[in-house]
């Protein structure tokens, strides 16, 4: 059962469908509307029903053709039918990179993001890079900054790849992007292969995230990606790197990289530090005036740091601000 959203179908959907028609596979496709409103238990419902309907059982499958979206709902219905059964993921973002990576699947509750949801690891993580030519280029920039996050937590040779090759990125050459995914999937995939259900490694992938979630918390909707905001919040965490004894280098790379790729680096001037930093404090993360912070500590370094003041990271949001 292919699993895909209706921006996406149009596109790509008759393709795969041949194809596995081709390879002897029986399939069945479920559109389901673009956006973050898919993840709802309705539409989990709904693919369940079609699952049913359409006869599969545990040697079936289920693809996800499409981005994050698609990949954590169908993922969802893939762990939950019949106790779980095979998936696999065909991201066709950027960003679907990491979420593709990792198994968690979920879908949203109207009072919190991701909060249902399972363990469930794909078969098999497969890009067409092909279908990245028609991803509108502000989501290829706030995808990038998600590849580069992998570099600036896991691999400092990696970020220097990335600074050499932006340009090829940016205009989504072939090679250049096709080892970026791979570098990509690869840390994520050796991050959550030590920690599989987060016990402490797997919080370095949050890197930017504190400062990033707090972004799109207050920001109006549509005004931040998901990349944008975090791109903002791993320039602020190389600040608090660099407060805390991190090289200079730390912030000059990050900012320098992230400046390349053309995504923001500075929080909006209009943008209010005390709803930022209360949007904060509701985050898991938050206790008692001291924060739990994923900070780099070299290129390619960051460690979980569980007494950075509030304090600082306040004076850090106000440095952000242009
Ligand atoms: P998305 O799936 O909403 O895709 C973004 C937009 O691009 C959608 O409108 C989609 O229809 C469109 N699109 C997708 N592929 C296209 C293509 N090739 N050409 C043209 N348009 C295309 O969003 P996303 O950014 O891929 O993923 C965001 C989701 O991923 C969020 O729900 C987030 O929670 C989730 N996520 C999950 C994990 C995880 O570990 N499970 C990690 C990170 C993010
Ligand atoms: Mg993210």
């Known amino acids: 059962m292919i699993v895909t959203d209706d921006r996406v179908a149009p596109l790509y ?24 409103s ?10 369940l029903t079609a699952a049913l309907e359409a006869g599969l059982d545990r040697k079936s499958a289920i693809v996800a053709l499409g981005g994050g979206v698609v990949g954590d709902l169908a993922g969802f219905a893939a762990a939950a039918y019949m106790r779980g059964i095979k998936f696999v993921q065909m991201p066709t973002t950027i960003l679907a990179h990491d979420s593709s990576v990792g198994g968690k699947v979920a879908v949203n509750h109207p009072l919190a993001k991701n909060v249902i949801g399972a363990f ?6 497969l890009y067409d890079l092909d279908t990245l030519k028609t991803l509108p280029p502000r989501e290829v920039r706030a995808g990038l900054a998600e590849v580069i996050k992998e570099g600036l937590i896991w691999d400092a040779e990696f970020v220097s790849w990335c600074e050499e090759h932006i340009r090829e990125l940016l205009s989504l050459d072939r090679d250049a992007l096709g080892y970026a995914l791979y570098k990509g999937c690869g840390i994520k995939a050796e ?23 707090a972004l799109e918390a ?3 909707y549509g005004e931040l990606l998901h990349g944008e905001a975090i791109a ?12 805390l004894g991190a090289p200079q280098e730390v912030y000059e790379v990050t900012k320098r990289l992230l400046v390349a790729a053309g995504l923001p680096t500075a929080i909006p001037s209009h943008y209010d530090t005390d709803a930022i930093m209360k949007a904060m404090m509701h985050d898991k993360k938050f206790t008692e005036g001291t924060m739990l912070f994923v900070v780099p500590t070299a290129v390619g370094k960051v460690e979980l740091n569980p007494n950075v003041s509030a304090a600082m990271v306040r004076e850090i949001v106000d440095e952000l601000k242009r």
Do not use: C
């Not at 959907?13 to 029986?26: H, I, N, S, T, V």
């Not at 898919?38 to 693919?47: D, G, R, V, Y």
């Not at 469930?120 to 993580?125: D, G, K, N």
């Open 13 to 36: 959907l008759a393709p795969l469908e041949r194809q596995l028609a081709d390879a002897g596979y029986a399939t069945t496709s479920v559109v389901v509307p673009g956006g973050e």
């Open 38 to 47: 898919s993840k709802s238990l309705a539409m989990f419902e709904k693919l």
């Open 120 to 125: 469930h690891q794909p078969e098999l993580v």
């Open 191 to 213: 991050v959550v292969s030590r920690d599989e259900r987060e016990n402490d490694l797997r919080a370095i992938l949050n890197l930017g995230h504190t400062i990033g979630h």
């Open 218 to 220: 207050v920001a109006g």
């Open 232 to 243: 903002i919040g791993m320039v602020g965490a190389a600040r608090l790197g660099v407060r």
